[in-house]
């Protein structure tokens, strides 16, 4: 079993930063992708970006050139690093590993308002 931690979340003005971590608790280098999906109250949870395993990258088009997803497999550890937040960024945000099977973390709270 493995266990996914996301931490970094929190309140932030609209135009501020955050940086979302995702701490495994075993290699993610057997993980072809790993990322970062998003669910705002009454919506549906959604992809926010995604990283595979040979570091290429996909996002949704929503925050295309405003966040970056990054991952350091020595510290098993995947990023989100969000720029210019906009309220409709307001969501919990949640780590997610594909490899064998499909892992989830618990979520972190990200709330942009002013």
């Known amino acids: 079993q493995v266990q996914l931690v996301e931490s970094g979340g929190g309140l932030v003005q609209p135009g501020g930063s955050l940086r979302l971590s995702c701490a495994a608790s075993?290699?993610?280098?057997?993980?072809?992708?790993m990322g970062w999906y998003r669910q705002a109250p009454g919506k549906q949870r959604e992809l926010v970006a995604i990283?595979?395993?040979?570091?290429?990258?996909n996002y949704a088009d929503s925050v295309k050139g405003r966040f970056t997803i990054s991952r350091d497999n020595a510290k098993n550890t995947v990023y989100l690093r969000m720029n210019s937040l906009i309220p409709e960024d307001t969501a919990v945000y949640y780590c997610?590993?594909?490899?064998?099977?499909?892992?989830w973390g618990q979520g972190t709270q990200v709330t942009v308002s002013s």
């Open positions: 997610h590993a594909r490899g064998f099977m499909v892992y």
């Open positions: 075993r290699s993610i280098s057997s993980f072809n992708v």
């Open positions: 990283i595979t395993s040979a570091a290429g990258t």
